[in-house]
């Protein structure tokens, strides 16, 4: 979509990735060897958690984002594919300011 060009490289100028600082400047047992997100976040904060959410991983994200583009859902399941997935993508947000924050606190 070139039209969206501009606006996108605008965006991706103000985005990082947090996964080089937690790899070079940070480890936890409970990592297990993984620096993924859902390993780092119940090490380094607790008390967030995907438990109980309709959408709870990245494979129920793919999942729920195909059966929205694919179609062929009745009105109240795709509301409720959309819904869960918002949500999902919210706590996945809420999740990286949470670990910036704490980040924050620990290398300062």
């Not at 119940?42 to 179609?71: F, I, K």
Request: proline share 5%; hydrophobic share 45%.
């Amino acid at each position: 979509m070139p039209e969206f060009a501009g606006r996108i490289e605008k965006i991706q100028r103000r985005l990082w990735d947090l996964l080089p600082i937690v790899r070079n400047h940070v480890y936890h047992p409970e990592f297990g060897g993984s620096f993924s997100l859902k390993s780092v976040l119940p090490a380094l904060v607790p008390d967030m958690t995907y438990e109980g959410m309709a959408v709870a991983n990245g494979q129920d994200a793919g999942l729920a984002w195909e059966s929205l583009l694919r179609g062929g859902l009745d009105q109240v399941e795709h509301e409720k594919n959309r819904k869960a997935l918002l949500e999902y993508c919210g706590q996945d947000t809420l999740a990286m300011v949470r670990l910036v924050e704490k980040l924050q606190r620990v290398l300062a």
